[in-house]
């Protein structure tokens, strides 16, 4: 089988920060909810509707992805830019005869339009999933390694069977993803090339 390794999104491949709250405050505005953008920063890697009811009256929140699912490709997408590593991470993973999967909890046509602006060359992607039903995805396309900046993509790679790589480019730190159940954690994806030598290398580190 070919080496597989997953990665989340938003913060870790991508910086979509800026889209995603100008993106969110903008949809709130339309449905009445005002909000400052700093709000919105440790929700980003959450589930949508987490996000939506976390501010929204529940009788506006269908109103409110809808028009956030609307703004996000002409607002949101043309500010994201790939984080430092995360070319030269996927290229890594090519060269090694890896796939490269992304699952993360944004939809799938999202996801891909992203990786489509950034210039992201992955092989396969899953969305909508988040914690344990990203391990589900990982655990179904046989992955050995997931990588993400939030906690929930650590309880994602554990619950997968995946060895985690936690990366401190999101809102969470180090200590954080190691509790939530991180093998090792990077301050980017710069040192993950090096990383990928020494773990491809040694074959019982991945059964």
Known sequence: MPLTIG??????????????????????????????????LPMIGLP???????????????????IYRELYPVMGIPGTKPLPGAHEAVDAIHAHRGVVLVVSAKIESAVRAVLTHVGL????VVGERYAESKGAALKERGADVYVGDHPGDMVGARTGGAYAIGVTTGGHDAVALREA??????????????????????????A
Not at 13 to 38: K, Q, Y
Not at 48 to 58: G, I, K, W
């Open 181 to 206: 159940g991180a093998d090792v954690v990077f301050s980017d994806l710069l040192d993950f090339p090096f990383w990928l030598d020494d773990y491809d290398s040694q074959p019982a580190g991945r």
């Open 7 to 40: 990665f989340d999104l938003d913060l870790t491949l991508v910086d979509s920060a800026e889209g995603i709250t100008v993106s969110m405050t903008e949809a709130f505005r339309r449905v009445g909810v005002v909000i400052e953008a700093r709000q919105l």
């Open 48 to 66: 949508l509707d987490t996000t939506l009811r976390a501010f929204v009256p529940e009788e506006r929140v269908d109103e409110a992805r809808d």
């Open 121 to 124: 060359p992955v092989d396969d």
